[in-house]
């Protein structure tokens, strides 16, 4: 079992930038998928992305393509978001997820469905103002 806590979040203008942190703690994190979702008040739980065990596969929600940047540490237990180029329509809560299953080769319906991820972080709050 893994423990996940997410920090970073703010407000920020809209065009501007933030990195959110996953911190891991638990045996063996390395081992683990992770994922990022966010949710809207309101809104259901909407995919971000994700990374696998090792770092090497990446996936991303076609609304962040371009401009969000997922990454891991297995050093330092860290799981990273960079955003940039945010736009108001990004503005959630931010979670970190962790899977205990490779994703790597999987279908996008696995890879983005919440139910893929066992571990959940509190979450994150990202504004962005217009």
């Known amino acids: 079992q893994v423990q996940l806590v997410e920090s970073g979040g703010g407000l920020v203008q809209a065009g501007g930038s933030l990195r959110l942190s996953c911190a891991a703690s638990?045996?063996?994190?390395?081992?683990?998928?992770m994922g990022w979702f966010r949710q809207a008040p309101g809104k259901e739980r909407e995919f971000v992305a994700a990374?696998?065990?090792?770092?090497?596969?990446?996936y991303y929600a076609d609304s962040v393509k371009g401009r969000f940047t997922v990454s891991r540490d297995n050093a330092k237990n860290m799981v990273y978001l960079q955003m940039n180029s945010l736009k108001p329509e990004d503005t959630a809560v931010y979670y970190c997820?962790?899977?205990?299953?490779?994703?790597?080769?999987?279908?996008?319906?696995?890879?983005?469905?919440?139910?893929?991820?066992?571990?959940w972080g509190q979450g994150t709050q990202v504004t962005v103002s217009s």
């Open positions: 997820a962790a899977a205990p299953t490779r994703i790597t080769n999987q279908p996008m319906g696995v890879i983005r469905n919440a139910r893929t991820y066992d571990y």
């Open positions: 638990g045996r063996t994190f390395s081992r683990y998928a």
């Open positions: 990374i696998s065990w090792s770092g090497g596969s990446t």
